[in-house]
Antibody, heavy 126, light 113 residues
């Protein structure tokens, strides 16, 4: 079964740090760019950032709202992606999902985020 | 950044009737080398992660009922549900993956009238 499982969420004070993990199974993890998306309670989806694959130099890109504070990494040997969150703000409170951007076999065209984890909750509060 | 704007914000439709949700992109998301629109639709039910329904603007993901269809190209897109079922109550999002940040629309809440 293709699966993503997030962990590492919790309660943290403003200015603190937290590292989220996303464990993948059921597919060749190293072939996929991995993304993080968050959702504040009762709000819409916000794309956080992504890390590409080794052939693409593990390039990372971030939303402006988290750039300079969050870092995405991956360990292909462990089939795991990470989201390191520093200098947390109350507005970072959300459910954080990891997801993969699927690629069509023929032509290598991206076609959407087809697998999502169940999410892990991050609460930033004093 | 590409801004995705959905309309309406909420929608109430009777069972068996058609529901239509619109999505407008501030930039063309047609990838000319492939002639594919990098536009997806997701369904999110309470306390669940989003589920991919439609990609390339009009291609149904495997397992998605054929009452769901997508159309449009360039900057204007539509998600249609031909005959609303009770299980279709959810929030629907469009998303562009043409360029980062891969922005989402604000969501459309679909309810039963």
């Amino acid at each position: 079964e293709v699966q993503l499982v997030e962990s590492g969420g919790g309660l943290v004070q403003p200015g603190g740090s937290l590292r989220l993990s996303c464990a993948a199974s059921g597919f060749t993890f190293s072939d996929y760019a991995m993304h993080w998306v968050r959702q504040a309670s009762g709000k819409g989806l916000e794309w956080v950032g992504r890390i590409r694959t080794k052939p693409n130099s593990y390039a990372t890109t971030y939303a402006a709202s988290v750039k300079g504070r969050f870092t995405i990494s991956r360990d292909d040997s462990k089939n795991t992606a990470y989201l390191q969150m520093n200098s947390l703000k109350t507005e970072d409170t959300a459910v954080y999902y990891c997801t993969r951007l699927a690629v069509a076999g023929t032509g290598g065209y991206y076609y959407g985020m087809d697998v999502w984890g169940q999410g892990t909750t991050v609460t930033v509060s004093s | 950044d590409i801004v995705m704007t959905q309309s309406p914000d909420s929608l109430a439709v009777s069972l068996g009737e058609r529901a239509t949700i619109n999505c407008k992109s501030s930039h063309n998301v047609l990838y000319t080398s492939s002639n594919k629109n990098y536009l997806a639709w997701y369904q999110q039910k309470p306390r669940q992660p989003p589920k991919l329904l439609i990609y390339w603007a009009s291609t149904r993901e495997s397992g998605v009922p054929d009452r769901f269809s997508g159309s449009g190209s360039g900057t204007d897109f539509t998600l249609s549900i031909s005959s609303l079922q009770a299980e279709d109550v959810a929030v629907y999002y469009c998303q562009q993956y043409y360029t980062t940040p891969h922005t989402f629309g604000q969501g459309t809440k679909l309810e039963i009238k």
